[in-house]
């Protein structure tokens, strides 16, 4: 009696786990079902050579970016310099690239559903329509001349990302053979606005200036006499040159080192992690589902170690479109529409398969503090960039000359934002060795923002 008991009771058990397990396994079919199919592996979406047999990639105005020829082939949009404008949106035959719609997307393009799997009658997938714009690819793709670097521009409103240009890049109609040591190719298949680190430079003064704005209440009557260096730490933290008597408003137009460098120190570590953290730069994001890179800051170091953190230096690294949003954040009041790539994927019949909605960020940043730096930022534009170079925009930027070794040329950034119903657009644009941030990225920033404001 006792040992049927016991069998019976064993019986239960592994009723139990059976349960749970069927319930587990279940779960997942739903919510990685599509993951599953869209493996490369699968040969009912892909050919042999790994390229994924159906959908098609569309802009957000109707530009075919790639599909499938009447051989079943996959081709690319029949203009040389959109397709390398676009590789990185689009992504290459071979799926190198990750962030790319062929391959992030490929469970949307290839039609999978719970109910057929898979399976399309047509055998030709979906539609995906990116909000990218090509013609802003194209503008942007040209204004970096050669150089690598990324440049992102995106709807603070809605989310949209309308440019995203990232090079070196190629023509995936006829990719070429690369070399795995090849300099000329370093990092060709990594999307620099997604998935890449760069050391900010004195974009990044633009945290330390809303810690500043929050615990420093005489900060805007405040007076700071710049020689060109300060010792801090023990050590020198150096100008490009002389900046003579400055407050706040002006330290930040002639971003000056010295003066941020002693706000972040006097702020300490633990607020300069509490503001950088908010601000969203640590984190990474959920671009429809592509996961973008975390950001690192390290401010546990010595006095002028942090110094150097607080101006962007140091070992500052932060992912483009981290502070792309952050600045969409500073533009709309403290929050700003989470970036994405998709404006609606369709059925060869022109039905809907998703619901692609905007999403809101975190607060990044208290509204009153938004406004002020806006402002501050505006200055910047009037008093040292230029507004000439913007006509007819209410710009607010900010310039970066990021020191990435003693041995080669600075990267140059430039960001900012829009102060504009109708156009309410946030930017990014960084030149790898490029030299001075508003010298060359804000001339490629310039040439993609009236174009953007022309369309």
């Known amino acids: 009696m006792r040992k049927i008991e016991k069998r019976s009771v064993f019986c239960l058990i592994l009723a139990a786990l059976l349960g749970i397990g069927l319930a587990f396994f279940c779960f997942r079919f739903v919510a990685d079902g ?5 493996y490369p592996y699968n040969r009912h979406l892909y050919n042999n050579q790994g390229v994924l047999k159906g959908g098609t990639i569309i802009d957000s105005r109707g530009v075919v970016l790639s599909t499938l020829s009447e051989d079943g082939e996959r081709v690319y949009n029949e203009d040389g310099t959109i397709r390398r404008a676009t590789l990185h949106a689009v992504g290459d035959p071979a799926g190198n690239i990750g962030a790319g719609a062929l391959t992030a997307f490929a469970d949307k393009l290839s039609g999978y559903n719970l109910l057929t799997g898979a399976y399309s009658p047509l055998g030709t997938g979906n539609s995906v329509y990116l909000t990218i714009d090509s013609e802003l690819n194209r503008v942007a793709y040209e204004a970096l001349g050669g150089q690598n670097g990324t440049v992102g521009i995106y709807n603070y409103k809605t989310g949209e990302i309308l440019c995203m240009v990232s090079t070196p890049t190629f023509d995936p109609a006829d990719p070429p053979n690369i070399a795995a040591d090849d300099p000329a190719w370093d990092g060709v298949y990594v999307n620099r606005l997604l998935s890449a680190n760069s050391i900010p430079g004195s974009i990044f003064k633009v945290v330390t200036l809303n810690a500043a704005i929050e615990n420093i209440p005489d900060l805007f009557q405040r007076k700071w006499n710049c020689t060109g260096s300060v010792e801090i730490g023990g050590d020198t933290v150096t100008c490009p040159y002389a900046h003579g008597e400055q407050d706040i408003e ?26 950088t953290d908010a601000a969203g730069l640590t984190e990474s994001l959920r671009v429809d589902g592509i996961q973008t890179a975390w950001g690192h800051f390290d401010f546990d170091v010595s006095e002028n170690q942090l110094a150097w953190a607080g101006v962007g230096q140091g070992q500052d690294t932060m992912c483009p479109i981290s502070m792309l949003q952050y600045m969409g954040a500073i533009a709309n009041g403290g929050k700003a529409a989470v970036p994405r790539l998709i404006e609606k994927s369709t059925t060869d019949y022109g039905l809907p398969t998703g619901i692609y909605r905007t999403k809101n960020s975190a607060q990044l940043i208290d509204e009153k503090t938004a406004g002020t730096i806006a402002d501050l930022m505006h200055n910047n534009v009037i008093e040292t960039y230029g507004q000439d170079r913007f006509p007819g925009m209410d710009i607010c930027a900010k310039s970066g000359t990021a020191e990435v070794g003693a041995d080669k040329t600075p990267n140059a950034w430039f960001t900012g934002f829009l102060r504009d119903e109708d156009t309410p657009y946030a930017f990014i644009v960084l030149v790898e060795n490029g030299g001075g941030g508003a010298r060359v990225a804000g001339t490629v920033a310039s040439a993609v923002l009236q174009a953007a404001v022309g369309r």
């Open 34 to 38: 599509d993951d599953w199919a869209s």
């Open 250 to 275: 002006s330290a930040l137009a002639n971003s000056c080192n010295g003066v941020f460098g002693q706000l972040a120190v006097e702020l300490g570590a633990e607020t300069m992690k509490k503001y």
